[in-house]
């Protein structure tokens, strides 16, 4: 990583150019940091296309569900645990060591006989490069000075959409004309590249840690794990008895987990007041996590209801899902020049359009076109990529110096949690309401119109505690310049 502690920029309102940020001293530090992330989001989507020809070798179709749960949650684990580790020890071995999860991961899914295996190599896939995303996203908020941050974001939402569209084509190259096998070992390469040179760069002197965060909060990140894995466990198989009890006893798990997380003292994982929306960092989070469970639904059953409804080809069915990157993307990449002042605006102006994308899928899904779903998907995503970049340049300002790491990493954290959350929640609506019988005259449109409906709530708390996120606040609410921005 480029040793950027001799900088002398100031914290300036505005916004760095392109040109001064790709070849300035922070390029180095900006492409370790976009590798990351794509080892994250092209690994997923390569292992979504490959899914059927590895059940097609090692068998295990039952367990097929568990290799999107078992990645997820070690990302959410890797991700809670990471700003309490970047305090510790720095950014340089958390992230080597999320580097070298990820590599073992993807040696032991190569090498699998078995679909245990698989799931196992992905649980450690999972726990690398939710690290991976996370430490970018630490990184993103306290090496680079708040000038960049825009840029830096954009730069990460761009890498996110294009992997979108380079992710099932690799997987798709190697199924074709090679095996599965070698598209784990062509990202596990990857990944050990990557810690190489990260072992191989000079850490920044504001990204060292001090030594001074704690005891390692075993318990609580068991606690987490547990309701992560119940929470998962209830969505696999929908049961009148099963998953309610399975549900209350993970969000149990969960509610232990953040009653004793808030007590931690300096071993917190999370935030202080985390999702308390009296609280800027608090409301940032709350509106981050029911936003994303808001928006689950067309990516989680969308390609079913598709189908069903509107008899769409396969190809068609991806690109609209593929849509929502795309969107997200362009908006990043349009609104990344925009000064702070304008940070509240962006923030505003993007979760309105994520809001109303919802009633446009509850109207267009059962009722077409396909070209009015796709421009859906497309605002969707759009209102995120156009809001994401401020919502952590604000979340950084407004945080006290000692939250800065603990906040950025909890950004991407709890939408995950809200992804896998969101799932298991709409999931038990769409098969109350005949996802399982699809093939039904009419049953199809019915499902559709209840599973965009149950999203409604989750979109209007989400909007009230973007209100609560956006508040005037007095000066002494906010942290000061960045100090290792001057």
Request: hydrophobic share 55%; with cysteine; proline share 6%.
């Amino acid at each position: 990583m480029t040793d950027l502690s001799q900088s002398s920029e100031p914290a300036v309102s505005g916004s760095v150019s392109w040109r001064a940020l790709l070849t300035g001293p922070h390029a180095a530090a900006l492409a370790l940091i976009c590798l990351s992330v794509w080892l994250h989001s092209a690994d997923s989507l390569m292992v979504a296309t490959m899914l059927p020809s590895i059940v097609a070798e090692v068998g295990g179709a039952a367990l097929v569900g568990w290799s999107v749960s078992l990645y997820e949650i070690g990302s959410i684990i890797a991700g809670s645990a990471s700003a309490l580790l970047t305090m510790r020890y720095g950014l340089r071995r958390p992230m080597i060591c999320a580097a070298s999860l990820f590599a073992a991961g993807c040696l032991v899914s190569a090498l699998s006989p078995s679909m245990p295996l698989v799931l196992m190599g992905r649980l450690l896939q999972g726990l690398g490069g939710g690290g991976l995303v996370a430490l970018g996203f630490v990184a993103a908020g306290v090496i680079f000075p708040r000038s960049h941050t825009a840029r830096v974001m954009a730069a990460i939402s761009t890498l996110w959409g294009v992997s979108a569209f380079i992710g099932p084509l690799i997987a798709a190259l190697f199924v074709e004309y090679a095996n599965w096998r070698w598209g784990f070992a062509f990202f596990g390469l990857q990944a050990v590249a990557l810690a190489l040179w990260i072992a191989l760069r000079p850490e920044p002197e504001n990204a060292r840690g001090t030594g001074e965060a704690g005891r390692f909060p075993l318990k609580r990140l068991a606690l987490l794990s547990a309701g992560i894995v119940l929470v998962a466990s209830a969505g696999v198989e929908i049961g009148p008895l099963r998953t309610p009890a399975l549900m209350v006893a993970g969000l149990a798990c969960l509610a232990t987990f953040l009653w004793l997380d808030g007590r931690g003292g300096e071993s917190r994982l999370l935030p202080r007041a985390a999702f308390d929306p009296r609280h800027p960092t608090g409301a940032a989070l709350l509106m981050i996590l029911c936003l994303s469970m808001a928006t689950i639904a067309i990516t989680a059953f969308g390609p079913l209801l598709l189908t069903a409804i509107h008899d769409a080809a396969p190809l068609a069915v991806g690109y609209i899902i593929v849509c929502s990157s795309v969107g997200w993307t362009l908006t990043a990449i349009l609104v990344s020049g925009s000064p702070e002042r304008y940070d509240r605006f962006f923030i505003a102006l993007g979760m309105g359009l994520v809001c109303l994308s919802i009633p446009g899928f509850l109207y267009a899904v059962p009722r077409g076109p396909l070209w009015l779903i796709a421009m859906m998907a497309a605002l969707e995503g759009g209102g995120f990529g156009m809001a994401w970049t401020f919502i952590l340049r604000r979340c950084t300002a407004l945080a006290a110096p000692d939250e800065v790491q603990r906040v950025s990493s909890a950004i991407p954290t709890v939408q995950r949690a809200g992804y896998a959350l969101g799932a298991v929640v709409i999931g038990m609506v769409a098969n109350a309401t005949g996802f399982l019988e699809l093939q039904r005259e009419g049953s199809a449109a019915t499902v559709s119109n209840w599973v965009f409906v149950a999203c409604i709530p989750f979109a209007m708390i989400g909007l009230w505690a973007m209100v609560m996120f956006l508040r005037e606040r007095p000066m002494a609410q906010a942290r000061g310049p960045r100090q290792d921005a001057v």
